[in-house]
């Protein structure tokens, strides 16, 4: 896999990057994570990935204690927080506080080296502000564009909600949605609803609604478009729109819908409901980007590659 501080072959995946792919599914705060386990070509690309989470979290890192095997090839080795150690009279140690957050990685069999233990407290408060982040030296060896990538993931990222808060939110949002709902109905008669249900894993179930416009359907319903290509809720829930075109070219939002996922089932209960709520009536065609087999429904589907809103 390469030396001890060798450069990561062109043909793996790094360990960042698939931090990176997958921080939607991440279970911390952190984009990046040195969770157990780990893995790392070279201790120069696990330095960078602790380097960056502790940028994300707001502490410095160093170089900690190591070991070498009989034959003299380090096989251990440390990273710890930059307040590791205790103070002393040195200008450049006043930060250290004898901190413990740390991770340790062993060398493997391929030279490689994963990550097997990772301490997380910290005995001190950690920076906040960018600015005081880059106080840090080690932050100094962050790429900007890797720094920027990492930022714009957290701004436009749900943070990760813990599972007793979780269910509490979802309650609280519930409720906030039957009484949102039961306001627009009193203002339009029109507007109706189906869903508005939780399932055995406290997930919302498919929660579909027409809008006030949804009455011109009537005259202008032969051809809709129905596309899911936004996704940011808490609940990481696709959201879908019905739309079409008046005699005027106007656009004309028919309903919405949030769907636990995007097969075919859920598609198909879907457009069922929605059309119930149209009074029976089949559009002549339905566009849509998504819809992989319906072949229940009697009136052409086609598809169209979208781009996300």
């Known amino acids: 896999m390469g030396d001890e501080h060798g450069s990561a072959s062109v043909y793996r995946v790094s360990a960042l990057e698939k931090a990176i792919a997958g921080f939607e599914q991440r ?52 990273f710890v927080c930059a307040c590791e150690g205790k103070p002393s009279k040195d200008s450049n140690s006043f930060r250290r506080c004898e901190c413990t957050a740390a991770i340790l990685l062993l060398r493997s069999r391929d030279g490689g080296w994963c990550v097997c233990e990772h301490q997380v407290g910290h005995n001190h408060p950690l920076c906040k502000t960018c600015a005081q982040r880059s106080s840090w030296e080690s932050h100094s060896s962050i790429d900007k564009n890797t720094r920027d990538l990492i930022r714009q993931l957290r701004e436009n990222n749900v943070p990760h909600i813990a599972d007793n808060e979780a269910k509490d939110l ?49 005259y202008f319903g032969d051809v809709i478009i129905f596309d899911t290509t936004y996704r940011s809720d808490v609940y990481g829930m696709p959201f879908g729109l019905f739309v079409g075109v008046n005699n005027n070219f106007e656009t004309i939002v028919l309903g919405g819908v949030l769907m636990i996922n995007e097969k075919t089932e859920s598609f198909k209960w879907v457009l069922s409901q929605f059309f119930q709520l149209m009074g029976g009536k089949h559009p002549q065609t339905i566009l849509t980007g998504k819809i992989t087999s319906v072949h229940t429904f009697p009136y052409p589907i086609v598809f169209f590659c979208s781009a996300a809103i």
């Not at 579909?208 to 009537?218: A, D, I, K, P, R």
Request: with cysteine; aromatic share 12%.
């Open 170 to 218: 979802l309650s609280e949002d519930l409720r906030k949605t039957v009484e949102t709902f039961a306001r627009i109905k009193a203002k339009d008669p029109t507007f109706e609803y189906s869903g508005l249900q939780v399932d055995s894993n406290c997930r919302v179930r498919p929660l579909l609604w027409t809008s006030g416009q949804s009455v011109q359907y009537q």
């Open 27 to 78: 279970e911390t705060e952190a984009v990046v994570n040195p969770t157990v386990g780990t893995v790392f070509v070279s201790l120069d690309e696990a330095y960078e990935f602790y380097n960056i989470y502790s940028w994300e979290s707001g502490f410095g890192v160093t170089y900690g204690p190591s070991s070498v095997d009989s034959h003299g090839t380090k096989c251990i080795q440390q």
